[in-house]
């Protein structure tokens, strides 16, 4: 199973910006399409955004649209979210996996779901 490492969360206050990043553990991301998912307590996980895995394709979901933006390294085997003019409703664990094609919300057969990272949006 692939391992991924997710990080960059925190507390930041409406409007605020954040970048989070998935590191790959054990192995280089460059063939793989990659996700980020959300969590938010008392919801289902949900697709925010994906990315082929030459960078050249990728989705977002509608509330996200305008402003994250999803990009990768894949000479450093990391994949990246930059969130700006982030919400209250924004607020969730974020996840990184890889993805069934540059699909939102359709994480591989049985993912190795990691720590993720927090991001909280409170004034």
């Known amino acids: 199973q692939l391992q991924f490492v997710e990080s960059g969360g925190g507390l930041v206050q409406p409007g605020g910006s954040l970048r989070l990043s998935c590191a790959a553990s054990g192995f280089t991301l460059d063939y793989y399409v990659i996700g980020w998912f959300r969590q938010a307590p008392g919801k289902e996980r949900e697709g925010v955004s994906c990315i082929s895995s030459s960078g050249s394709s990728t989705k977002y979901e509608d509330s996200v649209k305008g402003r994250f933006t999803i990009s990768r390294d894949n000479a450093k085997s990391t994949v990246y979210l930059q969130m700006n003019s982030l919400k209250p409703e924004d607020t969730a664990v974020y996840y990184c996996?890889?993805?069934?094609?540059?699909?939102?919300?359709?994480?591989?057969?049985?993912?190795?779901w990691g720590q993720g990272t927090q991001v909280t949006v409170s004034s």
């Open positions: 996996a890889e993805s069934v094609g540059v699909n939102l919300g359709m994480p591989a057969p049985k993912p190795n």
